[in-house]
């Protein structure tokens, strides 16, 4: 992790937005600013996953108490993801189901601020990203996920969220039950059939390539 490499901060365009129309301009003169704004590379808003994935089912954990903080890191439990993104997570959704399995995540778009308390709380490169450098979750392009049953219910794996045992690299055996072994590699599978890629010490976290090519975003949750 290069910590000289200078955060590009944005606000994301949903405030350009409720700005123009709360000044009285036409829609179309939003719309028109908006597709300038897309063709100069501006941030791009995030949509909400659960209206782009098709039955995805969300356990937001920095939005409890039950994450290694033990404390909310930000207010609501949604899963906010670049377009982009949240495409690619239907796509793998639609693999599982035909195995009668689902999508089940863990956290998505995560604040600046909520990067910042993370890293004051457990300030350890390789686990979590240095603020300065910037997290690919504050980009809108990574998400932490495992898989559920058709009901909702979470299937065995090496590792809860955020665990920092051994267990939880990817491509760890030791110690951990064939079926955990399994519903990992399948999960792997299917998020890499679609595009995205692990990272080696979290079995739960997948990225988009070229995340980095993306701003950071600062979008309140
Ligand atoms: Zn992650």
Redesign the pocket.
Known sequence: MDLREPAVKSKNRRGCLLFLGASGYDARVVAAVLSIALASGAPRPLVDAVRVVPGLRLDIRYATARNITGRPLYAAGRCLLLPETAAALARVQARLVRSRRRLLVW?CYRPPSAQRALWKIFPHPGWVADPRTGSN?ERGT???LTLADASGRPLLMPTDFDSFDPRARQGATRGIPREALENRERLRAAMRAEGFITIRK?W??YDLPGARSHPILDVPL
């Open positions: 956290d979750h990574a998400v932490d979290e739960w976290h």
